[in-house]
Every structure is written in structure tokens, then in C-alpha cells.
């Protein structure tokens, strides 16, 4: 099969490109457009390959995209190019409804004339999976759990503008016929995550001696998925995800905020000691002005993909964790290429 991923130079789609490239006999035609988050060494292990193919392509650019559908002729699409920072979105918004909302009904047209020109047989075998996020159904009390009926009811200009392309890409395989299948997945950590979002923010402050921040009282609760076993159930949604279905995918790992920060910070203490400051690398928290409109709790119901298409998690929090820690320890390297120039682990998303 030739899969055209999109958004494979960032973090789940880098995991996702090296893991077809690796694991599989699929070919790969990554189109990213290169933003901040975005970045060519996260797939330069797998670059070299004759199944690899590179277009650095805005999914908002009609023409270039269906310039790129007409050259490569994908089997099946995997859409998870978006803006994806919520504190970035409350700072400008402009650029998420542009690349989550725009770009997704840009790559749905060229889906759909792509797929108007295929042969029967190729035509019903082609997919488009759709990528999101739990944080379109809004947030949750003490005890429930995100099923795929929950209500949509999305809080912030980023998970607004994942729903609204969630419901285009439900529209396109109710109006069109669209092959469309959606999974909208928990919080992700692992390697090659841009160091914005919480754990690869915490081990950088931490492993600096700066001030690790932790919103409000931290005690928001988040259900954390290792990026590999999301990398697995995308696999397995694109194979055997049946058009028009949705999917949750969690790893049943819900911890507060300040769970995940103590928890990082114990890896560091016992596999970084030497840098550690007095009081363990615990003693740099520090409670700061809470995110404007921060969901209080996420927590997926898994229960669908687990029985439909036999997925579960493989990795356990403590694990993932720790593999993710040392992942980090050794790729400071990568660290500081990526934030050079573009962002210094400074507070975004603060202005209400
Ligand atoms: N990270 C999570 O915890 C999480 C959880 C659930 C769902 N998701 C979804 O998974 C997808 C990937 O998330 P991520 O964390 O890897 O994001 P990321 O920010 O690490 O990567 C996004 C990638 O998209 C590219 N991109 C951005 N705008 C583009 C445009 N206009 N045209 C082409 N490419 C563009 C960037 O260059 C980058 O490579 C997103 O759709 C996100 O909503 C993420």
C-alpha cells in the first residue's frame, strides 16, 4: 500500500512514518509543511529508504495538493498534519482554523477527486484516516469516561478546531461516500516530542535548574497514551476500521498533572543525579497562573477499538515514563536543534 501521511515530520507522525517504513512493507509519502513543530531529523532514520517519499507541501495549498495526489496516487491517507498546541491557540488562533479546518477540507476534496478516478476495487479499498483528539468532547467530572457518542462540546480554539474537522470528515462519508474513519485519541508522550507540551517541558526545565511549571493546582487530570501504541492503533484502524466508524483510543493511564511532574522528576533524580539540585529535581515545581478555560479531566473509553480491532496498549505509564526520560537524556542534541531559534520553554497561553 502507498500511504500519504501528513504532518510525518511531527511528533505522532514521525512515529507513525518510521514505524511503516520500519515494521512494514507499505511505501510512505510524508507531506509536511515544516512549522515549528516540524522537523526533517525526526524521520532522518528512515529518510534513506527507497519506500520513503518527502513533500514539503502546506495541506492548506489546494494545488500543491492535488498536485501530490496526482503524482503519488495514494492507497490511503493518514491526516494528522494540524496546529496541535492548545497554549499556542489561546495566543493566535488564526493559524489552527487555517491548518486543522482549511487544511482538512483542502485534503478531503483532493481525496475525493483522487478517489472519483480510481477503479472500483481500488476505489472501495481506499481510506482516509482522520486524526483526533479526546479534547473534542470537553472535559469531564470526577468518575465518567469519553465514549464515541459523548457529546462534542470543545473548549478551546484548538479542540474547536479539531471538532470542526472531525465534522467535515464525517460529512464528506456521509455526502460523498469518502472512505472516512476517525480516531480521536488521548494525551500522547514518548520520543521526539516538541518540547511545549508538558513532559518534554518538564524534563528540559528540570535537566536546566529552571522553574518547572505546573498550572494551577496541577491537579487536572489527563489519560496518557505512549505515542508506539498509538502508532499501533492507527495501524490497525487503517487496516481494519470500517468507513463512517469512529474510535477512542487511551491507555487507560489517567493521572493528574502533578502525578506526571513527580513522576518525571523521580526518573531524573535516580538517571540524572549529578544535575540534580538539592531536594531532587521535585523542589523546582512551582504552581503558576492557571491555562484560561483548562479542561479539568479527560479519560477515554477504549472499549470499542479493544473489541473491534483487538487493540490495547502495551506500554504501562511507569514504563513509557521512563523510557521517554531516557530517551531525552540522550537526544539533547535534538533538543536543542529543534528549539533553536524557534521557542525558549517560555510561558505561552497565559492572556486570557
Ligand atoms: N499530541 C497529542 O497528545 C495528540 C493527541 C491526540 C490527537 N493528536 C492529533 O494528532 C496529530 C499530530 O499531533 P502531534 O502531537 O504529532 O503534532 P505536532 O505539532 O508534533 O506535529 C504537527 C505536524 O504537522 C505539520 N503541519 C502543521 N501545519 C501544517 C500544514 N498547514 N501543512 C502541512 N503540515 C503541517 C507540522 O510541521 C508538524 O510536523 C494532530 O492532528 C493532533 O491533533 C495529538
Request: hydrophobic share 35%.
Amino acid at each position: 500500500m502507498r500511504i500519504l501521511v501528513t504532518g510525518g515530520a511531527g511528533f505522532i507522525g514521525s512515529a507513525l512514518v518510521r514505524h511503516l517504513v520500519r515494521e512494514t512493507d507499505h511505501s510512505v509519502v510524508n507531506v509536511d509543511a515544516l512549522t515549528y513543530a516540524g522537523h526533517p531529523s525526526t524521520v532522518a532514520p528512515v529518510a534513506g529508504s527507497d519506500r520513503y517519499a518527502f513533500e514539503h507541501v502546506d495541506v492548506a495549498d489546494a494545488a500543491e495538493v492535488a498536485r501530490v495526489f496526482r503524482e503519488h496516487a495514494p492507497d490511503a491517507v493518514v491526516h494528522l498534519a494540524a496546529e496541535s498546541h492548545v497554549d499556542r491557540s489561546i495566543d493566535g488562533p488564526a493559524d489552527f482554523v487555517r491548518t486543522n479546518v482549511v487544511g482538512t477540507y483542502t485534503l478531503l476534496e483532493a481525496a475525493r477527486a483522487h478517489r472519483d478516478r480510481l477503479s472500483g476495487g481500488a476505489a472501495d479499498a481506499f481510506r482516509f484516516v482522520h486524526v483526533s483528539t479526546d479534547e473534542v468532547y470537553g472535559t469531564l467530572g470526577e468518575s465518567d469516561l469519553f465514549t464515541e457518542t459523548t457529546p462534542y462540546a470543545p473548549n478551546s480554539p484548538y479542540s474547536a478546531t479539531k471538532a470542526a474537522s472531525d465534522h467535515l470528515a464525517r460529512a464528506w462519508h456521509h455526502t460523498f461516500g469518502l472512505p472516512v474513519v476517525t480516531t480521536n485519541c488521548s494525551n500522547n508522550y514518548g520520543p521526539y516530542q516538541y518540547p511545549e507540551k508538558l513532559v518534554p517541558v518538564v524534563i528540559l526545565n528540570a535537566l536546566r535548574g529552571r522553574p518547572i511549571p505546573v498550572y494551577g493546582s496541577g491537579q487536572n487530570v489527563r489519560d496518557w497514551l505512549f505515542v508506539d501504541d498509538h502508532v499501533r492503533a492507527l495501524v490497525r484502524v487503517l487496516e481494519r476500521g470500517a468507513p463512517g466508524e469512529t474510535y477512542n483510543v487511551g491507555g487507560h493511564n489517567e493521572r493528574t498533572n502533578l502525578d506526571v511532574v513527580e513522576t518525571l522528576c523521580g526518573h531524573l533524580d535516580r538517571l540524572a543525579p549529578e544535575r540534580a539540585p538539592d531536594g531532587g529535581y521535585g523542589s523546582l515545581v512551582e504552581h503558576v497562573r492557571d491555562r484560561p478555560g483548562h479542561d479539568f479531566r479527560y479519560a477515554i473509553d477504549a472499549g470499542k477499538i479493544g473489541r473491534d480491532l483487538d487493540w490495547t496498549p502495551d506500554e504501562t505509564f511507569e514504563s513509557g515514563m521512563e523510557r521517554t526520560v531516557r530517551w531525552y537524556l540522550d537526544h539533547a542534541d535534538w533538543c536543542e536543534t529543534v528549539l533553536r531559534d524557534r521557542y525558549d520553554l517560555e510561558r505561552l497561553g497565559a492572556a486570557a
